[in-house]
């Protein structure tokens, strides 16, 4: 019984081969194509900017094997960030000459009074003068990054420059630390006189009388002064944040994280550098006693009372006329005989 | 003077890595560095493809634009090259590389970069060919030896080409041709800024 059923099945085996014979060439005649389904470069690109797959070392950023944005990073890093801090600290040069030349100093009116009054306290000299510097030297060192192949190769040739800039870097780093800890300084130390309140808006409609120089009142600090501060906040906040995910590279970012961290790094740095160069003049050659405020740490009574007359009378009020006058002014007005 | 490029066939790579290791040896890469990476797209799903990727050697490079200290230079055979005693391990040609190529030795603190790293068509770098400090600084030169990039010349499929950019393209072409379908010249138009009609 066994034979049989084995012949049987020998022999419908044999028919099944046959037919299936006879279909195969109708299959072949369907032609193959292994790439049907196959991944597409440009299709790739399209859908997601950039390809990535798998890899097999642990650098998982080498998985992605094409950005085709990276020309759009250069275009930027080339191209736009340069108008923009040529044209930002050109621009606000040349605005401040003309009005230096238009304008001149701002001068205490009433003449030097010869009477002292504190203004800044050591610490917030100390906190200003580290931030300042620290401020000054990345200025200088980040823009060695954007302006140093233009300005500064040519003149002093590859290894030299290779080398400042190499330096450059390792400062630029490292100074980030006492910076940011000036910024969150500043922030704390002043943040109480540096609310906007309607005295500013008055302020600033009158345009800090600067322009007009009817000298509208303020407190300790006037719309201008609050200005400043935000900036620094605000636009300290924003290089320091963006200034970490470039020195920790890759560290939760991706490629287009850490684009996205220079275009915010470079932009926001140099319209930075442009309103500093703003606060440097101000508090220099564009006001007669201004600069004392941040030197001596004390301002003229007659510059605070045209000034900051709000926060002179404050003052006054809190020690009383006589305890804020009692230190003489160690270059006055009025020569003596 | 030739146009030298690399084509990737991807209908071919059969994902073995031959070529990163091959490189590593030539070059005597350092540790931690890989010139060349092969890279699997859809993995394990129907249509998968390997792309053996490293420095394309770009037209108008964007690596050698980006570069705040002017380091990279390009050689009579379309070559990038530059020089490790100039970079300062800023990172931004890998912010402007299309390929992620260059790649930097991690030195010291937080996320501190040595000397970029890449491929370099196995074309040394600004010393005297051959000489004992350009292999040290950047492996062999293998083309002032006659020889193309040992990545694509062992290339046991024949995936990856090397060589002049017309003649590799031609080989790509005709291959095409004949067997019917490719996924086209991978990078090339990022690269290049021309790809392969095919």
């Known amino acids: ?62 998985y992605t094997i094409e950005q085709p944005q990276g020309r759009q990073w250069e275009h930027y890093h080339e191209a736009v960030l340069p108008w923009i801090g040529t044209i930002a600290m050109l621009g606000m040069i040349v605005l401040l ?32 003068w580290m931030t300042a510097t620290c401020f000054i030297l990345m200025a200088l060192t980040g823009l060695n990054i954007t302006f140093g192949k233009v300005a500064l190769l040519p003149l002093i040739g590859p290894s030299a420059f290779s080398k400042w800039s190499l330096a450059a870097k390792y400062a630029h780093n490292f100074l980030s630390f006492p910076f940011t800890l000036g ?63 470039l020195m920790f590279p890759f560290y939760g970012t991706t490629i287009a994280g850490m684009q996205l961290a220079q275009m915010v790094h470079g932009t926001v740095a140099v319209l930075f550098v442009a309103a500093m160069i703003a606060h440097v003049y101000i508090g220099t050659i564009g006001m007669q006693g201004a600069f004392e405020a941040m030197g001596e740490g004390t301002v003229d009574l007659n510059w605070a009372k045209q000034h900051h007359r709000l926060w002179l009378e404050e003052e006054q009020a809190r020690v009383g006329p006589a305890e804020l006058e009692r230190q003489p002014s160690p270059t006055p007005a009025t020569p003596t005989a | 003077m030739a146009r030298m490029k690399f084509l990737c066939d991807a209908d071919r790579c059969i994902e073995c890595n031959a070529c990163v290791t091959a490189c590593k040896n030539e070059n005597e890469v350092p540790w931690g560095i890989n010139r060349r990476r092969v890279v699997t797209i859809n993995d394990g799903l129907p249509g998968e493809r390997s792309v053996s990727m490293a420095c394309m050697h770009c037209t108008d490079a964007p690596c050698a634009a980006v570069c705040p200290v002017s380091c990279f230079y390009t050689t009579a055979d379309a070559v990038v090259l530059w020089s490790k005693d100039l970079c300062i391990g800023c990172g931004y040609c890998f912010y402007a590389c299309p390929f992620g190529a260059p790649q930097y030795p991690r030195v010291g603190n937080f996320g501190s970069r040595g000397k970029m790293d890449k491929c370099t068509y196995c074309t040394g770098g600004p010393e005297p060919d051959g000489s004992a400090i350009e292999y040290e600084k950047y492996g062999a030169n293998r083309l002032a030896e006659g020889k193309l990039p040992l990545c694509a010349e062992m290339c046991s499929t024949k995936s990856l080409l090397a060589g002049d950019g017309d003649i590799i393209a031609q080989i790509y072409k005709d291959r095409v041709a004949k067997r019917g379908y490719g996924s086209g010249a991978w990078g090339w138009q990022t690269a290049y800024r021309e790809t392969i009609t095919t």
């Open chain 1, 1 to 62: 019984m066994a034979m049989v059923y084995a012949r049987i099945r020998l022999v419908a085996t044999a028919i099944a081969l046959l037919v299936l014979a006879a279909v195969a060439p109708v299959a072949a005649q369907q032609p193959v194509n292994p790439t049907a389904d196959a991944v597409k470069e440009q299709q790739l690109l399209q859908q997601f900017k950039r390809i990535q797959g798998l890899g097999t070392i642990p650098d998982i950023k080498s």
């Open chain 1, 97 to 128: 000459l003309i009005f230096f030349l238009v304008r001149g100093m701002v001068r205490i009116k009433a003449g030097r009074s010869g009477v002292n009054i504190v203004r800044f306290t050591a610490l917030e000299r100390s906190v200003h």
């Open chain 1, 183 to 245: 910024v969150i300084l500043i922030f704390c130390m002043w943040l109480a006189g540096n609310i906007p309140n309607r005295v500013d808006v008055e302020w600033l409609k009158r345009g800090g009388g600067i322009v007009s120089g009817d000298d509208p009142p303020a407190y300790r600090f006037n719309g201008g002064q609050k200005g400043v501060y935000w900036i620094v906040v605000l636009g300290g906040t924003l290089v320091a944040v963006s200034g970490y995910v």
